[in-house]
């Protein structure tokens, strides 16, 4: 069935490598910013076309744990830009009964921005419609060393029989706990890599890498991204049901 005809069909969850910013900007003789600040626009589009369509869990790759080794004034222009999100966007997101979580470490982003994550969190919480989670100094790799970190210290405290370790019990420690994993990974702007994303999460996620630049993505091509993956096969190592 096609993607937006019905519910049927639909992933569950979408998680989005929102790249090429940099090279819409460049492309168009503009600085870096210019290029973020349309990736804003961006997120706009496809937040508001994932509430219509009726999506579940949509995941938006904002910032890596890598992004801090850019010049220090990208970084600025893009907390900037997080500042401006979640002052001008909460309140409509709470109003479109979306529920927002931010994935990623907070020991080293501002405590304004802090606060600010906590407080859109906890002010969509009672939420029921789409959950909007976006990756925000978000590294992949850190996220398992820390859930490894957890139960190494349960087992030396003698809480744990680290025999009795389970995927289950690592992915319970995850930022990701309680959500499923993402059906379908995208990632704009050509580049093939996960670049630290969702790298446990991503175990059986289908992939669409799209040469569209971030900023060029919106509700259509959202869409085409949706049906594209109503037509996948999606085995998880078992047979196709036909060849059972
Ligand atoms: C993605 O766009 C946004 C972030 C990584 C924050 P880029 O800034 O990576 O854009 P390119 O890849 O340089 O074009
Ligand atoms: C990945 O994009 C991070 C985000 C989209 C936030 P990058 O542009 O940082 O990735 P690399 O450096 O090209 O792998
Ligand atoms: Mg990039």
Redesign the pocket.
């Known amino acids: 069935m096609a993607a937006g005809s019905g519910n049927a069909g639909l992933p569950r969850h979408v998680a989005v490598i ?7 900007a460049t492309m168009r003789h503009l600085p ?1 910013k210019a ?2 600040i349309a ?1 804003v626009a961006a997120v706009r589009k496809v937040v508001r076309a994932a509430c219509k369509i009726g999506l579940e869990n949509l995941t938006l790759y ?3 744990s890598e ?1 801090w080794k850019r010049p220090a004034t990208e970084v600025g222009a ?1 907390m900037g830009l997080f500042r401006l999100y979640f002052q001008q966007d909460v309140s409509e997101l709470r109003d479109l009964g979306v529920r927002m979580r931010i994935i990623g470490s907070r020991t080293r982003v501002d405590p304004d921005i802090r606060t600010m994550i906590e407080e859109s969190e906890l002010s969509t919480a009672h939420n029921s419609g789409l959950n909007l989670i976006f990756a925000f100094d978000y590294g992949g790799k850190e996220e398992i060393a820390a859930a490894a970190r957890e139960l190494a210290r349960a087992a030396a405290e003698g809480r744990l029989d680290p025999e009795t370790i389970t995927p289950e019990m690592l992915n319970s420690r995850l930022f990701t706990a309680g959500l499923p994993e993402p059906d379908l990974i995208i990632r704009t ?1 050509g ?1 093939r890599r996960l670049s630290n994303f969702l790298l446990w999460q991503a175990a059986y996620a289908e992939f669409l890498f799209v040469d569209t ?2 900023p060029d993505f919106g509700e259509a091509e959202f869409r085409a991204a949706l049906d594209q993956f109503s037509h996948r096969e999606r085995r998880f190592g078992a047979l196709p049901d036909a060849k059972a």
Do not use: I, K, Q
């Open positions: 929102m790249d090429g910013n940099g090279r819409w870096r290029g973020h990736g904002a910032f890596s992004n893009l702007s580049e630049l971030w």
